[in-house]
Every structure is written in structure tokens, then in C-alpha cells.
């Protein structure tokens, strides 16, 4: 789904404290995170590059959120499920769950721990195998799960 013309504003002016038609380029993750777009480190520090100033207006957020190389959660979707399954030997469809916890505060754009307790308190974890569905996490985190400060 894709945010509004209206929403974009909104946000914008939101992030637009002293209401000058200008945001800081720090605040450009949040921005489009809040939008629903699921930017990585490695994409905002490429776009605050590309921005080249200290400063972006209306126009520069709205050019940025049409740009398809900034991903949403459901875009990303089918990536996460073949990544897990690649992990997954045995094909069970599970991950243990301190495997996971591992792997999400250590790798690529790493969670504190706090946020994958977070994130642990949402999903069912066996008690019994310690595992978790990987597809079931998927769907938690593109569905909506909100994962932290930006």
C-alpha cells in the first residue's frame, strides 16, 4: 500500500519542527519509515549522499518514496523467507529461537536486544524445541509489527 500525497505532507510536516519547508537530511530514515518504507543503513546513508545538503524539502521526500530501490516490509517479504530457508537444513520450517536472536543483533542492520525482546514478546516461540516459524515471524514483521526508533 502505498502512502497518499496527503500522508506525505503530513508526515513531512510532522518531521518539519520549526516549520520552515525544510527537514534534516538525519531525519530522512524516519521519515520514510514512517511512510511504511523499510530503508536500510547502507539506503539512507546512499540518500542523505545523494542529497548532498544538510536539508530536504517536500519535493526531495516525495521523489525519494517513489524511488523502488526503498523497499517495504512487503516487497522484502519473499527475500526474508528465502534467506531463512536457506538457514533451515533440515526443512521444518523453524529456526531456533537463539539462533534468531543471534542472527538479529549481529547481522546486517542489527536490532539492540531490547528490540528483539521486543519483537519476541509478538511471536510464539515452542516451548518445548525452543523454535520459531520463520514464515509465521515473516508475516509478523510485514504486517505491521513496529520494529523500534528510526
Known amino acids: ?18 516549520n ?8 530522512i530514515g524516519g521519515c520514510l ?32 518514496y517513489k524511488n523502488p530501490k526503498i523497499k ?8 526474508m523467507l528465502d534467506a531463512f530457508k536457506a538457514l533451515d537444513k533440515e526443512g521444518h520450517g523453524t529456526i531456533q529461537g537463539a539462533e534468531l536472536r543471534q542472527l538479529l543483533t549481529t547481522l546486517g542492520d542489527y536490532l539492540s536486544t ?17 523454535a520459531v516459524s520463520y514464515a509465521s515471524l515473516v508475516n509478523t514483521i510485514v504486517t505491521g509489527y513496529p520494529l523500534g526508533g528510526f
Open 33 to 64: 519509515r514512517s511512510l511504511g518504507k523499510s530503508p536500510t543503513m547502507g539506503d539512507i546513508e546512499a540518500l542523505k549522499t545523494e542529497i548532498g545538503a544538510k536539508d530536504f524539502d517536500i519535493n526531495t521526500l516525495k521523489s525519494i
Open 72 to 79: 517495504t516490509p512487503q516487497d522484502q517479504q519473499k527475500e
Open 114 to 130: 531490547a528490540e528483539v525482546d521486543e519483537l519476541f514478546k509478538e511471536i510464539s516461540v515452542d516451548s518445548t524445541t525452543g
Open 1 to 18: 500500500m502505498s502512502a497518499s500525497a496527503d500522508q506525505i505532507q503530513e508526515c513531512f510536516s510532522i518531521f518539519d519542527k520549526d
Open 20 to 27: 520552515d519547508g525544510k527537514v534534516s537530511v538525519e531525519e
